[in-house]
């Protein structure tokens, strides 16, 4: 698996490279990448979006220089900004051995362990996705799939701009609260040092299932 970090990249842009990829993957081709980027402020609407849940005009959006793109993921409406992570892998699930659950559950495991190295407990919450420490939203997941190859990914908030969550009810949860991994941090921490860590446990998490599968099947044989 490859590992690309892209910097601050325009969403558009990233969503082009996924798609370029993903068409390469279905076609037997290309090779498991995560890329890991930071994005100009943009509320990306995902296919569980409902009316209500962003709270200020499309024309104020604009004028705040704040893109609003619809997406083929699950879930509601997202926000990303700089100082927030996002993790995109295009991957083929079935060479880890994994379902769409199982998948999910992964990317959550990648964050709490992401949180751990900053001496913070993040923690699922029962009925949604995602991160949370103490009641608070910190990391966000939703991927779409084509034949079992995933695309989307994950964002964890590590020093954004915290009152741009206000112009939006986030993944449709009325009242939710978001923090960073700053705000919870004694020190100061830096978008490059997550980015890393973010990279290495997602590479941890997804390679111990494979070797897993790898010694169930070694068994059978």
Not at 4 to 31: C, F, N
Not at 43 to 63: F, Y
Request: with cysteine; glycine share 12%.
């Amino acid at each position: 698996m490859k590992i690309i970090d892209l910097g601050l990249k325009e969403y558009s842009e990233v969503y082009r490279l996924q798609q370029e990829l993903l068409q390469e993957r279905l076609a037997g081709g290309g090779e498991d990448t995560l890329y890991i980027v930071q994005h100009p402020p943009v509320i990306t609407v995902g296919r569980g979006s409902k009316p209500g849940n962003l709270l200020v005009s499309e024309h104020e959006l604009a004028s705040r220089g704040i893109e609003l793109v619809k997406v083929e993921r699950g879930g509601n409406l997202m926000l990303h900004c700089p100082g927030q992570l996002v993790a995109y892998p295009v991957l083929g699930l079935k060479g880890y051995g994994l379902g769409l659950k199982q998948y999910m559950r992964k990317l959550e495991q990648v964050m709490f362990a992401v949180l751990q190295d900053f001496g913070i407990k993040g923690e699922s919450r029962q009925g949604y996705t995602g991160a949370w420490v103490a009641g608070k939203k910190i990391g966000f997941a939703g991927v779409a799939v084509k034949e079992w190859v995933s695309y989307h990914g994950l964002a964890l908030n590590v020093n954004p701009e915290l009152s741009l969550f206000d112009l939006l009810v986030s993944c449709g949860i009325k009242g939710v609260q978001v923090t960073s991994i700053q705000k919870l941090s004694t020190r100061e921490v830096g978008i490059q040092e997550v980015a890393e860590k973010v990279g290495e446990h997602f590479m941890g998490v997804i390679e111990v299932k494979s070797k897993n599968e790898k010694v169930k099947r070694n068994s059978e044989l």
